[in-house]
């Protein structure tokens, strides 16, 4: 027997508290609250796998519960946090602590909560005579540029049999998301020479070099405003682009030797990145060219630092139909500005929606917190999901 949507709330707010006692910031290793679940999941009789790092510090975790067949639904998240470095918390951020309808902790919404879900429906999943497998897909560094998840999906879509669809439990409100921005960061690093800043001649102030650069990018963040399709489901409605962080300099009486600064680029599917950075990438090459005359050993370099790609809204979509089936959502399409990993998923070939527990609004915030109304929808979509999936169901 099922357990009741009561039970199983009850049962993942006790798991949403030892998640969130893990702090796996992702500057962090996630591999304790990986143990956790393996173990949790191994009292049922449920094999998990990892799929680790390069260096095994980190680590994605695969379980699958059910018939070896395809078809099956995949409950997809993230185990790491951004940081609490400076918020103004007003209860330890690890330790779980309910108030006023509301569970507080990092993590809670973003999103914890939805792998306390998960773990809490894997009991009954376990335990039921399922026709249809649930693989549980739980990711490391979704939040410093979805890094972690990609080798995962490529094990489930090569070594799995084809899982029908994939709901990935961002904080939705416990609706259907459909479709959501994708990014692309980039580090940029200019070198100079420094010099006393009266003597400008002997030197190259990388501050100056930079600021061009920013300049640029200032001017095509208004422009990509400017030419935002106005019918676009997004708000902001077209790309964005931000300088995120800057640091150059050591004195103000020193030309700076180096500068340093990071900006994101987000994209509605349809746009491309090299594309819309063009302009910028041959002015670094012209600035690094006229650096490097005055100081061999300067220039520019821009790195990579993510390309999470765009999730594209797909029309009476498997994923997005099921979800709302089982969430009881008649409401309107919704897409979500943030990046995830459900385009990864999608561009893997995997029908996908985004759909869990808690507001988008709350996540990275001080006092983050997940409404106990939100795991007890969350409760009812598991339970409906255990029953969909039963043999009969």
């Not at 560094?141 to 979805?146: A, L």
């Not at 999470?308 to 399409?333: L, M, S, W, Y």
Request: aromatic share 6%; glycine share 10%; charged share 20%.
């Amino acid at each position: 027997m099922i357990s009741s949507s009561e039970a199983l709330s009850a049962r993942a707010v006790d798991i949403l508290g030892t998640l969130v006692a893990f702090d796996t910031t992702s500057r962090l290793s996630n591999l304790a609250l990986i143990a956790w679940v393996e173990a949790y999941l191994a009292d049922l009789g449920v094999a998990s796998r990892r799929v680790p790092n390069a260096d095994g510090t980190k680590s994605n975790l695969l379980a699958s519960i059910g018939p070896a067949i395809p078809g099956g639904v995949v409950l997809s998240g993230h185990t790491d946090v951004v940081p609490v470095d400076g918020q103004p918390w007003t209860s330890d951020p690890f330790v779980l602590t309910p108030r006023d309808g509301r569970l507080y902790g990092r993590g809670t919404c973003d999103m914890k909560g939805f792998l306390a879900l998960a773990l809490a429906a894997a009991p009954d999943l376990a335990a039921a005579t399922l026709d249809r497998p649930v693989h549980l897909a739980f990711s490391y560094d979704e939040e410093v540029g979805c890094l972690g998840a990609p080798d995962m999906i490529a094990v489930i879509a090569t070594e799995l049999p084809r899982p029908a669809l994939v709901v990935v439990g961002e904080p939705t409100d416990m609706v259907a998301v459909r479709g959501h921005k994708g990014i692309a960061s980039f580090r940029v690093t200019v070198t100079g020479r420094e010099a006393h800043s009266s003597l400008t001649h002997l030197g190259v102030s990388a501050n100056m070099f930079a600021i061009k650069l920013m300049s640029h990018l200032v001017d095509l963040s208004e422009r990509l405003e400017r030419e935002a399709d106005p019918d676009s489901p997004f708000m902001p409605k077209g790309a964005s682009l931000t300088v995120g962080q800057v640091n150059g300099g050591t004195a103000v009486n020193i030309l700076a030797r180096e500068c340093v600064f990071i900006f994101d680029l987000r994209m509605p599917a349809g746009l491309n990145a090299q594309t819309i950075l063009s302009d910028f990438f041959a002015l670094t090459k012209t600035l690094d060219a006229q650096i490097k005359a005055k100081a061999p050993e300067g220039g520019v370099v821009v790195e990579t630092r993510s390309m999470t790609p765009p999730f594209a809204p797909e029309i009476d979509g498997v994923a997005e139909t099921f979800a709302r089936r089982i969430a009881g959502d008649n409401g309107p399409p919704r897409v979500v500005p943030y990046a995830a990993e459900a385009g990864q998923f999608q561009g893997a070939g995997f029908s996908t929606v985004i759909c869990g527990p808690g507001s988008i609004d709350q996540a990275h915030q001080p006092d983050e917190f997940v409404e106990i109304s939100q795991m007890e929808r969350g409760a009812t979509f598991m339970r409906r999901l255990i029953e969909d999936l039963s043999t009969g169901g």
